[in-house]
């Protein structure tokens, strides 16, 4: 049934996204637009918002997912891409790629997949002592993340007022706007597969959850699979982020609510966290395009403003057992 409810509601405020704006046009008008006859104002709406719509929900999806992977591999249920500084270095490199190299632009999300595997071995290498506390992780990540999002700003400032600034600065702000159906083309099928690759998952994840004793008395390669469900995560956020920008906040807020709602099990906590991540990316790009039309808030912001209490929440409810 949450499943149903929670699929019901994205495809509503799918349609709503899509309708809701300065240009106007019914749902009837917008069915014969796209299907029967060609309408100025819908095929403006085809080209602007549905883009910008469809990506929201593939990048929603993708980075809340990365999230559930990177919490069940790091078993710190305080772990975020964008508070550990995973999404910051891919931004990072997509926007060195996007300032100084811009006809390598189709090849970002290669980039950002570079960049996003080198802080994720960075993090681990500096908060390593003899085993890795879920708290040091957390705290280097976000001192890692800090720096990043600093180089990211000066890289921005020197590529001065070219015609690739608005690309650096959508991935800087995490502003969704202005997304057309190449970028769309661009994030699909990374997103699409990697997420299909992290069902097969599930039950590793599971393992995982487990002591490392228990799983290798199991006869798990605990290595292996911890390397290889990290990898997929990392796949998947470093292009969302190298498409809409760092989200913060999005991969922890969503897993604890699907936990709440679904349980612990990946099985159903993996799907469930897929589409619920899409659902609150595209409500809160919805939000933040509508709150004060004709100004937009970038749905990073929205995600910030909500993110930051509950992320003060959860350390005030368990962060004694998170240091554990």
């Not at 999300?109 to 996003?116: D, N, R, S």
């Not at 995982?208 to 990290?230: C, H, M, P, Q, Y």
């Not at 897929?274 to 709150?291: E, K, N, P, Q, W």
């Amino acid at each position: 049934m949450i499943f149903s409810v929670t699929i019901l509601l994205l495809i509503i405020i799918f349609f709503f996204s899509v309708k809701a704006g300065s240009l106007k046009v019914s749902f009837g008008q917008l069915i014969h637009g796209l299907f029967i006859q060609r309408n100025p104002d819908v095929a403006t709406i085809w080209d602007l918002r549905f883009p910008r719509v469809i990506i929201a929900m593939l990048a929603g999806a993708g980075i809340s997912v990365s999230g559930a992977l990177l919490q069940a591999v790091m078993k710190n249920p305080l772990t975020d891409p964008g508070i550990i500084g995973i999404s910051s270095a891919a931004s990072l490199a997509a926007v060195l790629i996007a300032t100084f190299v811009p006809a390598l632009y189709f090849s970002i999300p290669f980039f950002a997949v570079l960049g996003g595997l080198g802080a994720y071995l960075l993090i681990y290498s500096l908060a390593w002592d003899g085993g890795v506390n879920p708290v040091k992780l957390v705290l280097v990540g976000v001192a890692l993340n800090m720096t990043f999002v600093g180089l990211g700003e000066f890289f921005k400032a020197a590529g001065g007022q070219g015609s690739n600034l608005s690309k650096v600065q959508s991935i800087i702000e995490g502003n969704i706007a202005q997304k057309t159906w190449a970028d769309v083309n661009m994030l699909f099928w990374y997103v699409i597969i990697g997420l299909i690759v992290a069902m097969l998952l599930s039950k590793k994840c599971n393992i995982l959850s487990l002591e490392d004793k228990t799983a290798r008395g199991l006869g798990v390669n605990v290595d292996r699979d911890r390397f290889i469900v990290a990898l997929v995560g990392i796949v998947i956020v470093s292009i969302s982020t190298a498409t809409v920008g760092v989200i913060g906040f999005l991969g922890l807020i969503v897993p604890h609510i699907a936990k709440l709602l679904v349980g612990s099990d990946h099985r159903i906590k993996l799907p469930y966290t897929m589409v619920l991540g899409a659902l609150v990316l595209l409500i809160s790009d919805t939000v933040g395009r509508l709150i004060f039309a004709p100004y937009e808030i970038p749905a990073a912001i929205i995600m910030a403003v909500i993110g930051g209490p509950f992320f003060i929440f959860l350390l005030r409810r368990g962060g004694d057992s998170f240091g554990s």
